[in-house]
């Protein structure tokens, strides 16, 4: 069970204007459920895209970024669970495209206007027959307020769907942000970790659109972590149909992109805590702030020394304030010059290491009371700078290790 | 139990000429066995050492290279297992000193002559009057062949007391080293990894000794990875007792240092595969040899991303050939110009990974009776250069979450 998230009731995914949804059974693994999906656009819509750094990204990844890089503009997602496509070569690009053809010809559109994602087991090659065979069911189903069914569809590990939505007012007309995301395990930011879909009907010029997919992501799926390794599939796409009747936003600094901006912000931070609170075998919430450095990156940097310690992460498993473990993990991801002296740490309101030593007030109970908690915020301060930096992370448990044990079987 | 590692008989620790050791119970923590370690060495004796690079590192540490740099020659060591003097700020420097003029007050030398070292709980003030209380019992037992009883007094999660021996001819005299480690958790190359106590009786300048410290901590235990964590405390520490009858080693050319410098290596990987055999859970030995890299750095990097994925170590512990894992962990740690198609790996003699996609002939039967060995060599071709780096690592099993969760109750 995640952490301190309850998973969105259909209802609340509003359909999007000029979006529709559809989903089939590809039997991309042996399990009976739908894993293959179809979004469909209608035209016009612009398209925006952040992917992982991963060296070995995934097919899908590369012909998504030729595609975005063709255009801007796309007609539609198609996306398979159970099969990641990565480590696949060039028969796996050939693969993704086969996709896209086909998606294409059903929907009369360029196959450079569909958008191929996949995710799964890596280094088996795709199934591309039974996602072919399975698309003309996923768009007899099509419909706009299928967004639940699409999350449904593309879930590996998550033990939830998981989505959000959003309503604002820009200058008088209501645009809707829907938002639906996967993903438990390889999970660590660098880029957009993930797949993770974003519709608007806001009309948004594809390179203001591309901008804010970058921005969003460093503000949201960038700060999340469960095990720091980054997937070779991760993507975080946005599209944004132009639906809602007012001209397009073709400035970054337009009035109208600041309540968009917010909504789409909103929801992409819901769901990157969403699927830290949904890791693998998470059973706590962590957020660590790292505060009074030189630069963001030096923060970031310690923020996620900490996060990543597979010691820390089973002290908070074990609820155990074995405090020393963050001690160590900050030591070891400083910069050479940090003066130990003058690190000070808190677990939510307890001051646990005051000038870089045990706080002369810190008491074991109250450090046990915080550790106990489902949901911790460890703050660091190095007391050299103005900077600081948040990242998102959860435990290390039994379960983590039984998840990932046995995945393939 | 450690993987394929059978720990030493007492009696093939031998004596070093010119070094006593001698231990006793200081109840630093509510168990029945011996904590402190006091090792004495004759007058003369030259010292050289390589320490943690965390900048928490401990007070014992600050001390060590103290005393070193005033006079790079030493009559004691002194060692406590159960509390790591770690985060304990002034106090704790204070505390070790106590712990050297205590020594020095009972051997008739001066404190810079002692040095310090703690293992055990990080931020936990250190019980320095029980140490001090117990040095007297701990005089009384010096004996030179006491090296077995030294290194299981200063185990902490060690499964197993890990040393070596070796006899080796320099000129027609023999000379022996003889060297200890402890250390389960908290394991990770950026120095010398955790205690490691080495002595001989070759005769060595403190200048050629102190290099080749550096030199052996960068091909042995600089090379073993458990978890990822540079404990603050790692010290490796070699003493020259200079009690074979042979003028001193002055300089790096001289020729007696060569069979010394291969004796003190051979121990120094054996105590540094020991530990790695010994990580916590341990349930494989993985060896990770990176070759065809532009330089060193870049393999090592590669090589330690695979070390630390907590989704490659689980898939070693489940013998689940998910070999996607390691080209995801290759990817993540890769130069941005590393070409993928140019990457190959290998499990034992099986190819997995030709050019960058699944190698034709990779069958996961193969893949499968590999991943069941105790024992298992990764190795990844780069295919742009001719530099290499190995790593020695574990996997990762229920054991170390719960070794972990539990290490302080």
Same mark, same amino acid.
């Given at each position: 069970?995640? *952490?301190?998230? #309850?998973?969105?009731?259909?209802?609340?995914?509003?359909?999007?204007?000029? $979006?529709?949804?559809? #989903?089939?059974?590809g039997k991309i693994k042996t399990w009976q @459920? !739908? !894993?293959?999906?179809?979004?469909?656009?209608?035209?016009?819509?612009?398209?925006?895209?952040?992917?992982?750094?991963?060296?070995?990204?995934?097919?899908?990844?590369?012909?998504?970024?030729?595609?975005?890089?063709?255009?801007?503009?796309?007609?539609a997602w198609v996306v398979n669970a159970g099969n990641a496509n990565a480590g696949t070569g060039a028969r796996g690009?050939?693969?993704?495209?086969?996709?896209?053809?086909?998606?294409?010809?059903?929907?009369?559109?360029?196959?450079?206007? *569909?958008?191929?994602?996949?995710?799964?087991?890596?280094?088996?090659p795709l199934p591309v027959a039974k996602i072919v065979a399975a698309l003309p069911a996923a768009q007899a189903t099509l419909a706009p307020d299928h967004w639940f069914q699409a $999350?449904?569809?593309?879930?590996?590990?998550?033990?939830?769907?998981?989505?959000?939505? @959003?309503?604002?007012? $820009?200058?008088?007309?209501?645009?809707?942000?829907?938002?639906?995301?996967?993903?438990?395990?390889?999970?660590?930011?660098?880029?957009?970790?993930?797949?993770?879909?974003?519709?608007?009907?806001?009309?948004?010029?594809?390179?203001?659109?591309?901008?804010?997919a970058r921005e969003i992501a460093d503000v949201s799926?960038?700060?999340?972590?469960?095990?720091?390794?980054?997937? #070779?599939?991760?993507?975080?796409?946005?599209?944004?149909?132009?639906?809602?009747?007012?001209?397009?936003?073709?400035?970054?600094? !337009?009035?109208?992109?600041?309540? $968009?901006?917010?909504?789409? #912000?909103?929801?992409?931070?819901?769901?990157?805590?969403?699927?830290?609170?949904?890791?693998?075998?998470?059973?706590?919430?962590?957020?660590?702030?790292?505060?009074?450095?030189? !630069?963001?990156?030096e923060c970031r940097k310690i923020a996620l020394a900490v996060a990543h310690s597979p010691l820390v992460k089973t002290a908070f498993f074990a609820s155990d304030p074995n405090l020393g473990r963050i001690v160590c993990a900050i030591g070891n991801a400083a910069a050479p010059d940090l003066d130990p002296a003058r690190v000070s740490f808190w677990l939510d309101d307890v001051l646990v290491v005051d000038s870089g030593g045990r706080a002369a007030s810190y008491r074991e109970d109250d450090g046990q009371r915080v550790m106990k908690q489902e949901e911790i915020v460890v703050r660091v301060a190095l007391g050299r700078g103005a900077a600081a930096a948040t990242i998102w992370t959860c435990d290390f448990s039994h379960d983590y290790v039984s998840i990932n044990a046995d995945y393939r079987s």
């Open positions: 069970m995640p *952490v301190r998230y #309850t998973p969105p009731a259909p209802a609340s995914l509003l359909p999007v204007p000029g $979006v529709a949804l559809g #989903t089939a059974a @459920r !739908d !894993d293959v999906l179809l979004a469909v656009f209608d035209p016009g819509t612009t398209a925006a895209g952040v992917f992982t750094q991963n060296r070995f990204c995934a097919a899908p990844v590369i012909v998504c970024r030729r595609h975005l890089a063709a255009s801007g503009r796309i007609r690009v050939a693969d993704a495209q086969t996709c896209c053809t086909a998606v294409a010809s059903m929907l009369g559109c360029t196959s450079e206007e *569909v958008l191929p994602f996949s995710t799964g087991v890596i280094m088996e $999350v449904s569809a593309i879930m590996t590990t998550d033990t939830v769907p998981k989505g959000a939505s @959003r309503q604002v007012n $820009v200058s008088g007309i209501p645009v809707t942000v829907t938002s639906i995301a996967k993903g438990a395990g390889m999970i660590h930011p660098n880029m957009a970790t993930l797949l993770s879909f974003m519709a608007t009907d806001a009309p948004i010029a594809t390179d203001v659109l591309s901008a804010l799926f960038n700060c999340a972590t469960v095990d720091g390794d980054t997937s #070779t599939n991760d993507s975080f796409v946005i599209a944004a149909t132009g639906a809602a009747p007012m001209p397009s936003i073709e400035h970054a600094g !337009d009035p109208r992109l600041a309540p $968009v901006r917010a909504a789409l #912000t909103a929801v992409a931070v819901e769901l990157a805590q969403a699927i830290v609170r949904d890791g693998e075998g998470a059973t706590k919430f962590i957020t660590i702030r790292v505060e009074g450095g030189r !630069d963001a990156a």
